[in-house]
């Protein structure tokens, strides 16, 4: 029998309504249950540490057990692949760093597409990068250290956690621009690449702040420079490699938070609203710091944008310096 036309006019009027209810259902129940953050790093890391105490925030927050899996290997293209192929639902996130988006230029064959396999939910913290030189080392500053390199060719050499990764990145942009004798020895980590600079066997090193502040505060390095646009409160006597006469050197290590590609949207809101509430909390801002991060919190479209920008501004210092992981 033909629906009445009021009626049938009615319903048809409630039918593209119908997908909306369900997406705000669904973002009102979730999470519903516990939520894996994939960490494609080893345990113990920057990356890893910063996702423990935002996970852990998470949880306190949300009521529902935000839980770690590290999934190391590949210079993180392992765990970002298990992500990528996880189900688009925000029961699966990845915490990532600067391999999220220069792995595809370092790698002959890469598992993911960090543009069309993910989708960004923020920019979570930056550590600046640091040049610091044995005390043994005669420059002062960053503009000595190059003419000290350049009137010793082959003689100096800087260190840094490893083929690829952002320290090496901003270091070979060094080396490229303006001390194209400097001689790069990459090192399983941060704490084994400061440690030779603090030996002496690598008179400089381009590092996180991390590992090297110790150092620094107790003479045991000379810090020359930061990478990034300000001072660092963790080292406000230390110029800006701007300031040191080197504008074009700026970059850093930096934590973000990405889910598959096709997670709701609404999920994707909600999921960032409650990370910039716990970016701004004073405990976490503090611990955070004493990590050497400084928090940033950026919307899902300012953390894609970063994506871009780096992704432009690192292939070409890869393509420059020949710069291969495999």
């Known amino acids: 029998m033909p629906l009445p036309r009021r009626r049938f006019l009615r319903l048809a009027a409630s039918l593209p309504a119908l997908p909306l209810l369900s997406r705000v259902a669904r973002a009102e129940t979730y999470p519903s249950r ?7 790093f080893a345990a113990g890391g920057p990356t890893d540490l910063y996702a423990r105490l935002i996970a852990s925030k998470l949880s306190e927050q949300i009521g529902k057990s935000f839980y770690i899996e590290n999934v190391g290997g590949a210079g993180g293209n392992a765990g970002s692949a298990r992500a990528a192929q996880s189900p688009p639902d925000g029961y699966t996130l990845l915490v990532t760093g600067g391999s999220h988006v220069n792995n595809q230029f370092l790698y002959s064959k890469v598992p ?13 913290a930056i550590q600046p990068i640091v040049l610091a030189v044995n005390p043994s080392v005669p420059a002062q500053t960053a503009k000595e250290f ?109 934590t ?29 801002k503090e611990k955070l710091a004493t990590m050497a991060f400084e928090t940033v919190a950026s919307t899902p479209e300012e953390c894609n944008a970063f994506f871009r920008v780096e992704s432009a501004k690192w292939s070409k210092v890869i393509k420059a310096a020949a710069i291969r992981a495999d």
């Open 112 to 124: 993911y597409d960090p543009f069309k396999d993910f989708e960004a939910v923020t920019l979570g």
């Open 256 to 284: 973000a938070v990405v889910v598959p590609f096709g997670t709701p949207k609404e999920i994707i809101a909600q999921l960032y609203k409650a990370l910039a509430v716990i970016h701004a909390q004073p405990d976490v």
């Open 146 to 254: 190059v003419a000290l390199v350049k009137a010793n060719p082959g003689k100096y050499s800087f260190a840094s956690p490893g083929v690829g990764t952002p320290p090496s990145l901003v270091g070979e942009l060094f080396r490229l621009s303006y001390a194209p004798d400097l001689v790069h020895v990459p090192f399983n980590g941060g704490g084994p690449a400061v440690g030779s600079t603090v030996a002496g066997h690598t008179p400089a090193s381009f590092g996180a702040l991390a590992p090297a502040v110790p150092m620094i505060q107790d003479g045991k390095l000379r810090a020359l420079a930061v990478s990034s646009k300000t001072r660092t409160p963790t080292l406000p006597d230390v110029p800006t490699m701007a300031e040191a006469g080197f504008p074009d050197v700026e970059g850093a290590t930096w």
């Open 34 to 40: 516990p939520v894996r953050m994939i960490v494609p």
